[in-house]
């Protein structure tokens, strides 16, 4: 993805040998894998920068994000103290836009810990029980992921009308079946090594090796794909924002800033491409740290 | 290749009806009924209304009977568009979708192919940087973004083309909407193509073309080619169903009278039937679309086969 092909033989040769000697685990290696890849680390600094300005960039503006300013209508951006001008009701749109970073980055991390937990222990389960409790699970994911989910998530929408907590439901609940997919694969790949027979012979119960044992080793491709499910939340609540099915105003998402610029953005440009910039710059240094990430932890799978 | 074919049935017959069942039943627990307007029916007309589309029968009933009409292909009246059946509503929408969606398969699948393969023959080199580049932005950034911007810059900065609106499908209607459309697709599509052609361009069977001395362009073409498209192929199933059932989105942006844009109307409305419908015709596309994906791969590799 990154496009940059390193020499691979020379560069896990020299990784391989320092390992013998030092004793590197597999964590220092994708580590320092990570940290020589120019686009993730550059993605990691910007998605910084746009978590800490979602935390107190509302503190730091002068206005609230829901304050109607009547005098300031339409301003462009650098008018009056409005850094990135107003709205039609005179909202500032600096302090919207920090709101709506702060409301699609929580409800991104906040999904995908939901498809997080559900997907893990799923697939942890189907993977390390087998056998027909297996194959049950997967029909069910089999089938699951092939209904038409996002009418599903937008009927569920209209039908109940869109608090926050049910958006985070309904994204959560889509997401988790590639998760469980994922961890099923790889405890399968898994059950059979030593440790895990050792420590069923140590008298371990299934679910005490699945929480000691099997989850801690899926850890490398569950954070990639975590990485890369974030984005997708963001993705999927901007989209419902911008059919009106999402964040209801005066609240602000990313998705719902575009929206309403988009309506207004012969009048007042700015109002859409500031949104629009920050939204591509989340969603791309996510990306970025995702395929960094894959690369670090699984160099052959590129 | 039958009992492949047989195993793929056996899931998607009854994900269809677990479509079918979850969509029916989730509309009707929750709130709302299609009778509902800002004003109030008196309560027995509302009683004869639903009466007259059976909807004072039991829920599970009404299921049923639902169920069994669809099966002999009849889906019902819709019930805010008097006089027309949810056929005459989907026949009168879906066309719009379909061209569109159509339109930008044939140009993304051509121009994300022939971009991979261009990005694979030049590796690390500026025409394979480019692609990378498209490939990053197509993908990141979401068509909410992509068309709004478009429609500014094209439609009232330069005023070269129509900013929304249909007009029976003109060409300069057509252009905006369809490269949003596109441009997603053709970065993935080129993605996939020059991960398979890097991989296909290092194999024992292109090394034995070129020793034969095959020119390089039937090389690429015809032995190359062949072998990196099979994963495009089942990528593309799922990527067809999704743009041939109409994007809720560019739709809606363009005013574009499609099954997407019409979909969340029919939902706020509560039309269930037409609601049901639509569900039923995205589900039965992407299942098909996926099944034949997964037949054209297993004749294509028989290594999927025997798997």
Known sequence: MTGVTLAPGSSRGAALMETAVKGRGLWDDARRRLVRNRAAVTGAAVLAVLVVLAIVGPWLVPYRYDEINKDDVWLAPLVHGHLLGSDALGRDLLARLFMGLRVSLAIGATATSVSLVVGVIWGATAGYVGGAVDEVMMRIVDVLYSLPFIFFVILLMVTFGSNIILIFVAIGAVEWLTMARIVRGQTLSLKNKEFIEAARAAGLDGAAIIARHIIPNLLGPVAVYVTLTIPGVILAESFLSFLGLGVQPPMASLGSLIASGAQDMELAPWLLIFPSLAMIASLVSFNFIGDGLRDAIDPKDR | ?307
């Open chain 2, 1 to 307: 290749m039958l009992r492949f074919l047989v195993r793929r049935l056996a899931v998607a017959i009854p994900t269809l009806f677990v479509v079918i069942t979850v969509a029916f039943f989730m509309m009707r627990v929750a709130p709302g009924s299609p009778f509902d307007s800002d004003r109030r029916l008196p309560p027995e007309i509302k009683a004869n209304v639903e009466r007259k589309f059976g909807m004072n029968r039991p829920l599970g009933e009404q299921y049923l009977s639902y169920l069994s009409g669809v099966l002999h292909g009849d889906f019902g009246p819709s019930l805010k568009y008097q006089d027309k059946t949810v056929l005459d509503v989907l026949r009168e929408n879906y066309p719009v979708s379909l061209k569109l969606g159509l339109t930008a398969i044939v140009i993304a699948t051509f121009t994300g192919v022939s971009l991979g393969v261009l990005a694979a023959l030049r590796q690390n080199q500026a025409a394979d940087y480019l692609t990378v580049g498209v490939a990053i932005i197509g993908v990141t950034i979401p068509s909410f973004v992509t068309a709004p911007l478009l429609q500014l810059l094209f439609g009232s900065k330069l005023g070269i083309l129509p900013i929304a609106g249909w007009d029976k499908g003109a060409f300069p209607n057509m252009v905006l909407p369809v490269t949003v459309l596109a441009l997603p697709q053709i970065a993935i599509i080129s993605r996939l193509t020059r991960a398979g052609m890097i991989e296909a361009l290092q194999s024992n069977w292109v090394r034995t073309a070129r020793a034969k001395g095959l020119p390089e362009h039937q090389i690429v073409t015809r032995h190359a080619l062949r072998a990196a498209i099979l994963p495009l192929i089942s990528y593309l199933g799922p990527a067809c169903a999704g743009l041939l059932t109409g994007s809720l989105v560019v739709e809606r942006i363009f005013n574009l009278p499609g099954l997407g844009k019409f979909f969340v109307v029919s939902a706020l409305q509560r039309d269930y039937t037409v609601v049901m419908g639509m569900v039923i015709v995205y589900a039965v596309l992407i299942l098909s679309l996926n099944l034949l994906a997964d037949l054209l791969q297993a004749g294509l590799d028989p290594r999927v086969r025997l798997a």
